[in-house]
């Protein structure tokens, strides 16, 4: 009976602590995150917002280990330009082949495959950004934080445009572009708010 018992206990223990070490993967709060580009030219810039359709991240002892979120191209906006014309002229070139081709490519994702942590709060984080069918590795750092029971992670990463066959403007494909240059690379910020329990 006294075997029975300890072997019963133990096997608790184990249950117990393989729990813990259960990978947990937490859904984002679509309505409170929000994915912000800035795109420069000779002379200028253009920023906007693009809105984030599903996403979740994994954690493991309380560390992050992996996680997703896909970004809805066609609500791709600008915010710097006022004017309501030259404002829908801007957005409906991103969205032709010319940039992201929208309507043939509606989704992007980003995919991580590795997170290493440089600190209680700081991650070194790699992985895969698909943009036009065209899938790249890129790393960063990224920040996540727990306060009042919402944890956050935040980013700021800057990928290629060329690398996906976004050629408008680009000195990757094309020589002598004077004022009509756009440079390659694009920031993204990130804010990922958690759905909490």
């Not at 602590?17 to 409170?32: F, H, P």
């Not at 991650?123 to 306060?147: C, E, H, Q, S």
Request: glycine residues 6%.
């Amino acid at each position: 009976m006294k075997f029975v018992l300890i072997t019963l206990i133990t096997a608790v223990s184990f249950a117990s602590v393989a729990q813990k070490n259960v990978a947990e993967k937490i859904d984002i709060d679509l309505m409170q995150s929000k994915l912000e580009w800035t795109g420069k030219k000779l002379g200028g810039e253009h920023y906007g917002n693009i809105q984030l359709s599903s996403g979740h991240l994994t954690f493991s002892k309380n560390k992050l280990v992996g996680g997703t979120f896909e970004m809805d191209m066609a609500s791709i906006n600008c915010v710097d330009i006022t004017d309501a014309k030259s404002n829908k002229r801007l957005v409906d070139h991103l969205k032709s082949e010319d940039f992201f081709s929208v309507e043939r490519f509606p989704k992007s994702t980003f995919i991580i495959t590795k997170a290493e942590s440089k600190s209680a709060t700081e991650y070194l984080v790699t992985g895969d950004l698909t943009i036009k069918g065209k899938a790249n590795p890129i790393t960063f750092t990224a920040k996540i934080n727990t306060m009042s029971n919402q944890t956050i992670a935040e980013a700021t990463l800057v990928f290629d445009r060329s690398k996906y066959d976004v050629k408008f403007g680009s000195q990757s494909f094309f020589e002598n572009l004077g004022d009509k240059l756009v440079y390659d690379d694009v920031d993204m910020t990130v804010k990922l708010v958690l759905r909490s329990e």
